[in-house]
């Protein structure tokens, strides 16, 4: 049974649709990931199955999360919801974390509204919750400024502050960029061993395809606003079936092979109000028709396995 269900999510702006027919879903303890460029709509579609769209955003749809519909609950019941059952770390923890206030007290503010907890309490729980992602000295740490951590630190307790009511969703949005491979590394074996020890799913968003590779069992990998492919992480990786796949795999950096230039995929992806009438990755795809540019492609099940929103997912996988 889906602990997340989403079906036919589309998010707009205005007259504008930035993501559509966006359906997939997570079941208990598992680890999704979504990938693709910037501007494919990972993040949205994370900030839509929150309930924190930007202003003037709309979400329509269904996102069923534990028998309860998220885009038809009035926001308070959200607000609860947020941070106890569904958490979120998000993109840039120097941005996320209030200068201001210790890391102490932005983790004890999550306890004392959600779990009820006095000052005192609180305080000890943050210092527990800092010991749990494995940043050293806790008892110290706990009362510095986020100006004061690392990079690696601050992500930590960005993780820390979102792991406060022990969800049973954790969205990572990009929670390795900007660190370097290291501490990377750390921070993935880091919500590997939460993952086990607290029983949660994860959506992880990423554009780094070794990342998935290393903690993720299916995937979903988007491009402009839309599902191009998805299915197990292990046939994604063994055999890409959309030409996008294919060329996000071909632009991974190799060492055992001849050294040359990285192939590169010619073009950007297309802005909302430039989205194409047909297949929106066609204008850069060395294997597009003219039948490309009719519609909008469905979903078609590959020879591996997977799902991919190609015409010739036959001939290209």
């Known amino acids: 049974?889906?602990?997340?269900?989403?079906?036919?999510?589309?998010?707009?702006?205005?007259?504008?649709?930035?993501?559509?027919?966006?359906?997939?879903?997570?079941?208990?303890?598992?680890?999704?990931?979504?990938?693709?460029?910037?501007?494919?709509?990972?993040?949205?579609?994370?900030?839509?199955?929150?309930?924190?769209?930007?202003?003037?955003?709309?979400?329509?749809?269904?996102?069923?999360?534990?028998?309860?519909?998220?885009?038809?609950?009035?926001?308070?019941?959200?607000?609860?919801?947020?941070?106890?059952?569904?958490?979120?770390?998000?993109?840039?923890?120097?941005?996320?974390?209030?200068?201001?206030?210790?890391?102490?007290?932005?983790?004890?503010?999550?306890?004392?509204?959600?779990?009820?907890?006095?000052?005192?309490?609180?305080?000890?729980?943050?210092?527990?919750?800092?010991?749990?992602?494995?940043?050293?000295?806790?008892?110290?740490?706990?009362?510095?400024?986020?100006?004061?951590?690392?990079?690696?630190?601050?992500?930590?307790a960005m993780i820390a502050i979102a792991l406060a009511c022990r969800?049973?969703?954790?969205?990572?949005?990009?929670?390795?960029?900007?660190?370097?491979?290291?501490?990377?590394?750390?921070?993935?074996?880091?919500?590997?061993?939460?993952?086990?020890e607290l029983g949660m799913a994860v959506l992880l968003i990423t554009h780094d395809l070794g990342v998935v590779s290393d903690i993720c069992e299916r995937v979903v990998v988007m491009y402009a606003g839309r599902v191009a492919e998805t299915g197990a992480a292990d046939a994604i990786f063994a055999r890409p079936s959309h030409p996008y796949t294919q060329a996000l795999l071909a632009a991974i950096p190799r060492l055992d092979g001849p050294i040359g230039a990285l192939p590169a995929i010619g073009g950007v992806v297309p802005a909302p109000a430039d989205f194409p009438q047909g297949c929106r990755f066609a204008p850069r795809c060395p294997h597009a028709l003219p039948a490309c540019e009719v519609g909008p492609p469905a979903l078609r099940t590959t020879v591996s396995g997977t799902d991919a929103a190609c015409i010739r997912v036959q001939e290209v996988a």
Not at 22 to 49: C, N, P, Q, R, W
């Open 167 to 196: 969800p049973k969703l954790l969205i990572a949005d990009e929670p390795t960029t900007a660190l370097d491979a290291t501490v990377q590394a750390g921070i993935l074996d880091l919500l590997r061993g939460l993952r086990r």
């Open 1 to 156: 049974m889906s602990l997340l269900s989403v079906r036919d999510l589309a998010v707009s702006f205005g007259g504008t649709r930035v993501l559509e027919d966006m359906s997939f879903d997570i079941a208990e303890g598992e680890v999704l990931g979504v990938v693709g460029e910037s501007g494919s709509g990972k993040s949205m579609t994370a900030l839509a199955i929150m309930g924190l769209l930007p202003m003037g955003g709309s979400a329509a749809g269904r996102i069923r999360f534990e028998d309860r519909d998220l885009l038809a609950l009035p926001e308070r019941e959200m607000q609860r919801l947020r941070g106890e059952r569904l958490a979120m770390i998000f993109q840039e923890p120097m941005a996320s974390l209030n200068p201001v206030f210790t890391v102490g007290e932005q983790i004890a503010e999550v306890l004392r509204r959600h779990r009820g907890m006095d000052r005192r309490s609180a305080h000890r729980e943050a210092i527990s919750l800092l010991k749990l992602v494995e940043i050293a000295a806790a008892e110290r740490r706990v009362d510095e400024y986020p100006h004061q951590l690392s990079g690696g630190m601050r992500q930590r």
